[in-house]
């Protein structure tokens, strides 16, 4: 077996073999990595002379997991489950010593070890099911005997980590190591050996118990949290089977429920966004001599909603933030609902008490624009119209320190224009946060003609402080996730009045992966708002607009598309809304027929999908990864299906050409005659995957 030396080097102390695992940046368990370590195990556990072996990473990280590149290509050995073989089969102690990440296979592998021991920020997890998996080298059956059934259902079918202190708690790991981690395994080793301490093997452990009312209470909640998803169900069987079933029937049902999983689609579309994620942080022009400007203090124009929102962020990030509205009302208004946004995660658990006054601490409310002439960064949130922003720039571009930045939060308007009301647009740039801004991950980062580059890698870097993910986009109308979800509220008004209901739309949608249909969506938002904007700019929206007029602006008037109860978010169907459509189809002359799912399906998505391959032509999306990141974080796009883009891929070019040529007959609408782009890669029989 041909290992690669330098992946897997063999430090001897004593008779102690450490063998450091070295294949950067995350020591992902590549073949070429298998076969290196298990060359080096092979050779240690032979070795007379050598009484223990300890597992190490040689850089900042133990085992990331599986190499999921490697994913849908023919398997190798040795595999994982060969490497734990050989250590299950060691008359040796083999400890895992864990440093940085513990992730999938690696904690398998850690697992199938005798003895674990990890540094004090060691992350320990299972995350596979965020891959469309579930763990596929016996953690399923190993990882409810170190710490039960319940908190290995939680990992598992979770997929979040745990740290090391849990870890010790739980009894996955056996000691935690403070300060450097080696030394203290070394030590580990030397007195586990002159204590002959038994070989602790984990498949050797007692079966865990449970009652199938846990495993059914389990499932109950993902049918309410993960509905349509296959992997955490996967996931909660093979737990299941390791309370049921022997050690190795177990395995062996864990491995069926792996190759299922492993060649879904919901497993590609979502190692597909694995990568689409990280290569949305990443633009082709900004060098690594581009460096981010430190972002010590901010200011943020406008309490309202948005404004309340991303200062939070900043407090969030330990960043001292003042809030700037002209109107004491508002600005008082503005810094109660920030508090109370604190005060109710803090009832709900999700924040310390003591930190919401810490958080408080950090914000301040101010009346005059002069009051951002200290900050690093000024961020405006004021009302969406062109004109006042360009007012607010003008001031801000005299007010603020020549080497601050200027971000815009504006979700349409035209940066540019925004940027040529001052005399630097070179430090202009927009920064669109999603409502709610303080839970919303994402963050379009909007480049401007003028924008400097290290303006915007500091919006980049900035966001990712604020634990958001950034996606760098053009300037355009609504830029690229609101340019694509007009062309889906085009087709819902066009549903509606050719037969279909709010309820069946959103049923459509819902079942498709959407945590909310558009129809819940806007009563929750307020129909009013987008009535007032399109009234400004001369747009109609037949039934929209219809059942604005009858007062019906949503949940806050109890009515929208659907009826409220009081005290109620419950959407209820409302025959009054059907008689309002039906009238409307009438006096317009549109014929009413039923229409199904698939079809309601097909309108809505792939108007966007066309509307996607303009924006990649037109650059204003880099990558038609950067797309389906930007739905996914911004619109709730199901991870599990990838994003607008992918899901084309996944149906066909040539088949999303063909529906939208129908769909451009039927409704006599050229804009959905495919996008030249689309139109040619699918004459060329390729995918958006491969549009570079
Ligand atoms: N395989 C291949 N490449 C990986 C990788 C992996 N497992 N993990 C990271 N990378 C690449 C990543 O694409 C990026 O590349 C670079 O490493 C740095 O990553 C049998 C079936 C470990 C917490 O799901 O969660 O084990 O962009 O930017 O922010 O049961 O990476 O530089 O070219 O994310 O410091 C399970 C996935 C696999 C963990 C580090 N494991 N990785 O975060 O860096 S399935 C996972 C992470 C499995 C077994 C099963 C994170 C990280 P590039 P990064 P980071």
New binding site residues.
Partial sequence: MTSSPSLVTTERDGAIAMLALDNP??N??SHALRSALKGALDAALADPAISAVILIGAGR?FI??????EFGKPRAEPL?PTLIATIEAATKPVIAAIQG?A????L?LAMGCHYRIASADARLGQ??V??G?L???G?TQRLPRLIGVQAALEMIAGGDPIGAKEALERGLVDEIASGDLRPVALAMAQRLVRDKAPLARVRDMPTPTADAATFGAFRDGLARRRRGVTAPLRCVEAVEAAATLPFDAGLARERDF?IELVNSDQAKAQRYF??AE??AGKIPDLGADVNALPIKSAAVIGAGTMGGGIAMCFANAGIPVTIIDTGAEALERGLATVRRNYESSASRGGLAAADVDKRMALISGKLALEDARGADIVIEAVFEELGLKQEVFRALDRIARPDAILATNTSYQDVNAIAAATAHPSRVLGMHFFSPANVMRLVEVVRGAATAKPVLATAMALSRSLRKVPVAVGVCYGFVGNRMLSQRARAVERLLLEGALPQQIDAAMVAFGFPMGPFAASDLAGLDVGWRARKGRGATSPVADALCEAGRFGQKTGAGYYHYEAGSRAPLADPEVERIIVGLSRRMGVARRAIEAPEIVDRLLLPMVNEGARILEEGIALRPGDIDVIWVYGYGWPVHRGGPMFHADLIGLATVAERLAGQSRRLADATLAPAPLLARLAAEGRGFSEHT
């Fill in positions: 940046p995350v992902a368990m990280t990331a997991g599986a190499d999921i590149t994982t990440v992730f999938g296979g690696g398998e995350p596979e965020k891959l998996l763990p596929g080298a953690g792996f694995f990568f990280r290569e």
